[in-house]
Every structure is written in C-alpha cells, then in structure tokens.
C-alpha cells in the first residue's frame, strides 16, 4: 500500500445512517476488493443459516448493476427490484421483498433494467441507506458488488457487521488491504466533517513526513496530540469500523492461517481490530451447488464448506450479542 495518499472525494460521504440496533436487528455487509470471490455464496448461505434459526432475513442485492443473487437462491428474477424503488414506483423496500423457498427469508433484488442504478445520484443513495435501516427484520444481509466505489463502501459503512470476504491469493489479498484503506478514509472523512477536525487532518497530512507518519494510526495519534477531544472522538468513531475477515476457497492448512495474519496486519497498520470469523474449503459441493442454482447449505448441508459457514454464522453471532451487550 502506498502509505498515507488519499485520492480527492468527488461527492460528500454519507453520513452515518445506521440506526442503534431496535430488538437485536443487525445489518450484515459482505463486501471484498473484487467480483468472484465468494461475496454471494456468504451472503446466501447465512441468509439461509440464519433464517433457518428462526430469524427474519432479508437478503438484498446490492450489487447495483449486476444483481445475479436470486440465481443463487434458485428463484427467477423478481418483477420488483431497487430500480423501482430509485424510481419511486415504491416508496419502501418492504414492498419489494421477494419470497424465496426458505420460510423466513426474503429477498430484494439488485436492479437489472435501469442501468441509472449502478450509479445513483446522491439523494437517492441517501434515501436507499436509510430505508436499509428501518427494514423490520432480525438480519439484513448485504450482497456488494466488487471494487471501492463510493456507492459501495457507503453501503458497507452503515453495518453492524462488515464481512470482508477474500480468496487466499495475492491480487486478493492486495484488493483487500485496498478496499480497507477505502473504507477507512471514508469512515475518517465523515468523522473529520462531523467534529469539525478537518484543519488539524490537512495540517497532518501536509506535515506526514516531518511528523513521522506512515500508517493511518499515526494520522490519529498526531490529530489527538493536537486536538484531544476531538481525536478521542474521531478514535471512538474508527472504533465502531465494521470490519470482519472470511478467507474462501483454501486448499492448505495455510491458506486456512491465512486469516489471523492477515486480521494482525490490520491492526498494526490502521489501529483497528478485525475479527477472522473462519475460512471456507475449497469443496466441489460448492461449484456443484451453483450449477444447481441451490445454496450448499440447502443442496448439502453436511459438506465441509456448509460445516464451516456455520461455524462463521456461530462466530458472527456470539459478536452481534457482544455488541448488543455494549449498546453497540
């Protein structure tokens, strides 16, 4: 990574719009640095998992532009899908779940005929981010599409929970620390705006090289010596980043260690924690299931692959009823 550069934000960030969880409801964002890497099979089969517990879920296609989820569930393509909610043919997202064929999970589908979704205006990404948090449902579970658009890692910034998924090779790797460090000036740009802190963020990024910066954890540190109420809230803020880690696809005991190391970087570069929830074989049940069009927790719920996605939905749990515990 190449240290502290920032590239110049072309629109104002979102605000943070995610509401104090009402009931124990979580939004789950799975998000990564590129497309095939595994982000709607861990989108669906926790949708199923869940769902499967007794809990009410909503899996939404984010993936604006190139919505493919309902293909993964098996069902056609819904008549309704975000388009007609950016449109305004429906003024709520609840008017456009879909039923799938597991009772207690529903479905909104990416848009696939409005090729104005894949870029909303930023009203009307305001509006959509808001509505995702008054869905009246135990989990939302958001498929994001690949890459570190504003669109995307806005979406991702609003969980309780974002899963970063990725695969145990280089470029993935690379992609992740990439998508991270996205994430993570968009969660400082809003933090900047919303204390007023934006002079001693300038004044740090101008002097990195005479203060002796080289992380993103120096840049808080030098903002907390020069504004300390500030920095303290501007840290209590990065705090609350909703980073989590699924490795998919390991061939090797390594590929399986692959996580901690990678969750360790993390820390020691951006100073905020990132829980490994688990990683996933790479298992011919699961590329057997997608030509099947059938999640592999349905199609074989005894395959290793099905055996440690639940392990993950068990981690990812035990860390919602953490949160709940500390009003997070």
Not at 157 to 185: C, D, M, Q, W
Not at 258 to 275: E, H, N, Q, T, W
Request: a positive charge; one cysteine or more.
């Amino acid at each position: 990574m190449r240290g502290l550069d920032v590239a110049k934000d072309e629109v104002s960030p979102a605000p943070s719009v995610a509401a104090p969880p009402e009931g124990g409801r979580r939004i789950i964002a799975v998000g990564g640095g590129k497309g095939g890497i595994g982000k709607s099979l861990v989108s669906a089969n926790l949708g199923v998992h869940f769902a499967a517990q007794g809990k009410r879920v909503v899996l939404l296609d984010a993936d604006l532009g190139g919505a493919n989820l309902h293909t993964c569930l098996g069902i056609s393509a819904p008549e309704r899908t975000l388009s007609d909610f950016i449109n305004r043919k429906v003024e709520t997202l609840d008017q456009l779940v879909a039923k799938t064929s597991v009772p207690g999970l529903g479905l909104i589908s990416g848009a696939l005929d409005f090729l104005g979704a894949a870029n909303p205006k930023y009203t009307q990404k305001l509006r959509l981010l808001r509505e995702i948090t008054r869905l009246d449902v135990d989990y939302t579970i958001i498929d994001l599409g690949g890459g570190t658009g504003f669109n995307i890692l806005d979406f991702f910034l609003i969980a309780h929970h974002g899963i970063l998924t990725v695969v145990p090779e280089p470029t993935s790797i690379e992609n992740a620390y990439r998508f991270i460090k996205a994430a993570y000036y968009r969660k400082l740009k809003t933090a900047e705006l919303a204390y007023r802190l934006r002079p001693v963020v300038e004044e740090a990024m101008a002097d990195r090289g005479s203060a002796g910066m080289r992380t993103p954890a120096d840049l808080v540190r030098y903002v907390e010596e020069r504004e300390p109420e500030g920095g303290a809230r501007l840290r209590a803020e990065l705090a609350q980043f909703p980073l989590e880690l699924v490795v998919n696809q390991c061939r090797t005991r390594e590929e399986h260690q692959l996580g901690p190391a990678v969750s360790d970087a993390c820390r020691k570069y951006f100073g905020i924690p990132m829980r490994f929830l688990g990683s996933i074989p790479y298992d011919d049940a699961v590329w057997q299931s997608v030509r099947r069009r059938r999640p592999v927790m349905i199609d074989k719920p005894e395959a290793d692959a099905s055996r440690c996605i639940r392990r993950i939905a068990a981690n990812l749990r035990s860390g919602s009823e953490l949160l709940e515990r500390n009003g997070g």
